[in-house]
């Protein structure tokens, strides 16, 4: 079980990489670059919601980027939220 910190663009490499990676029992958390993932009917919020992780969008984030409504699956939280994740998963993994 892994927590993965997925702050790349859904356009870069270490995207791609993080969803090869990350299975059922994960979760994943969109930040930064990361939350354009969240928007409905895109081929990436396709690719991550195939991978089985929990997914959750840190919300301030989401607000500066303009993702209002994320796709359904997708969580949000605030950073009270990211630290009760850290605080569940031992292992984790940031992505950039």
């Given at each position: 079980?892994?927590?993965?910190?997925?702050?790349?663009?859904?356009?870069?490499?270490?995207?791609?990489?993080?969803?090869?990676?990350?299975?059922?029992?994960?979760?994943?958390?969109?930040?930064?670059?990361?939350?354009?993932?969240?928007?409905?009917?895109?081929?990436?919020?396709?690719?991550?919601?195939?991978?089985?992780?929990?997914?959750?969008?840190?919300?301030?984030?989401?607000?500066?980027?303009?993702?209002?409504?994320?796709?359904a699956g997708i969580n949000?939280?605030?950073?009270?939220?990211?630290?009760?994740?850290?605080?569940?998963?031992?292992?984790?993994?940031?992505?950039?």
């Open positions: 079980m892994i927590l993965h910190t997925l702050n790349a663009s859904p356009a870069s490499a270490a995207f791609h990489d993080c969803i090869q990676v990350a299975t059922a029992g994960d979760a994943v958390i969109l930040l930064g670059d990361g939350v354009y993932a969240a928007i409905k009917g895109t081929t990436a919020c396709t690719e991550l919601t195939a991978t089985g992780a929990e997914l959750y969008l840190l919300s301030p984030d989401a607000r500066l980027a303009g993702v209002i409504n994320p796709a949000c939280i605030e950073m009270d939220g990211f630290v009760t994740l850290t605080e569940r998963f031992s292992r984790q993994m940031a992505w950039y």
